[in-house]
């Protein structure tokens, strides 16, 4: 436990998450959950993107109390989990650059947990697949398989795959082959010179010239607009830079990452949770993000270890979280199972608004997590 953290709530806030979570595993069992209808869990197929998360959840509930009967259960869950993932690896056309978000917290969480073999050869594959999107001319790893009417996919990245070059940051590590990392930090100097602004807003998606591999324009994606400033973009900006400097140590990522800290800090004022863009028009401020508050929160919790303004992002990243326990968690009520309340999945298109969102409870129980004094799973 970290002492310098009160015990009171964060040990109450993490049984209360670790509880539910057990019971839902009793209904969602081996599918992939991603958003909380009328209070349950909907299922997705395991080539969605989010399908890492459920398993996620159950790892760090599982790593708390190992030997429990519940962790048993949890472990069955998650094994089952990860043999259905692996059948999207031999699929080319369900395999994109969030192999990180399935993979880090699925068989690699298995790997690091249980030593598991097989785990670690799973994510290897995903490693070695994901290093196979890299774009030799532009330096980035595409993001997405399918076409568009908007864009030319074949040239497109967007934010959220920051979180996903931990994936490459192990594999360097378990093979000791540095191609890996060399690849994960191009890729990373490439969105922190085309995806961060000077004010430390973030763009979601850029689509790049396929064949020259130079900037062509940015889109707004699940933000307002080009230009605007998607809460969650930010969010996974600033945790997935604060990664990148944990695992090479290059300074240039961690001024990016405060760069990102310090405009979601300033642009969240006194609240807990973000409208949905930052920038979003009057008329479209009906809609939060609590998911974006939680994978801040965790960063931040992250950052206060590498930086040397890590009290102030200590201080910020265990507000949030306290103000999601007390303000926006689901408490103990049997209506619902997300465990935070008020996220946001995409306003653009109208899907998932103010509603639990499974990679929203995540990173609230990762923050939670951190606060007692162990690590999250990328």
Known sequence: MNTSVSASWVEKAWQQGASRTIQNAKRIKDTFPHTSVQGMYDSNDPEWWTAGFWPGLLWLVHR??????????????????????????????????????????????SYRQMGSEEGRRRGMLAANLLAARFHVRGEFIRAWNFSSST?????????????????????????????????????????????????????????????????????????????????????????????SFRYTGEARYLE????????????????????????????????????????????????????????????????IVRGLYEHFSAGKSAAEEGLIMKGTVHYPEGRGINVPIIYGDYFYMEALAKLRGSEGLF
């Open 151 to 243: 864009m030319d996919t074949r040239g497109v990245a967007i934010i959220d795959s920051m979180m996903n070059l931990p994936l490459l940051y192990w594999a360097s590590e378990q093979s000791g082959d540095p191609r890996f990392r060399w690849l994960a930090e191009a890729h990373a100097d490439t969105v922190a010179r085309e995806f961060v602004r000077a004010d430390g807003s973030i763009c979601h998606v850029v689509e790049f010239d396929p064949y020259t591999g130079q900037k062509l324009r940015e889109h707004g994606g699940q933000g307002h607009a080009p230009g605007s400033a998607w809460a969650r973009g930010t969010a996974w900006a600033l945790h997935g830079f604060a990664l």
């Open 64 to 109: 708390d109390a190992p030997e429990s009967e519940a962790a048993a259960e949890l472990r069955r869950i998650a094994d089952s989990c990860e043999r259905q993932l692996e059948d999207c690896l031999r699929d080319p056309d369900s395999v994109d650059h969030d192999l990180g978000f399935i993979w880090l917290l699925s068989g690699i969480a």
């Open 256 to 319: 990016t990452a405060e760069r990102a800290a310090d405009f979601f800090l300033a642009m969240l004022g006194e609240d807990i949770v973000p409208v949905w863009d930052f920038r979003a028009p009057t008329e479209h401020r009906a809609a939060w993000d609590s998911s974006a508050a939680a994978i801040a929160a965790s960063g931040l919790l992250e950052l206060a270890k590498l930086s040397p303004r890590g009290q102030i992002y200590a201080a910020a990243g265990e507000r």
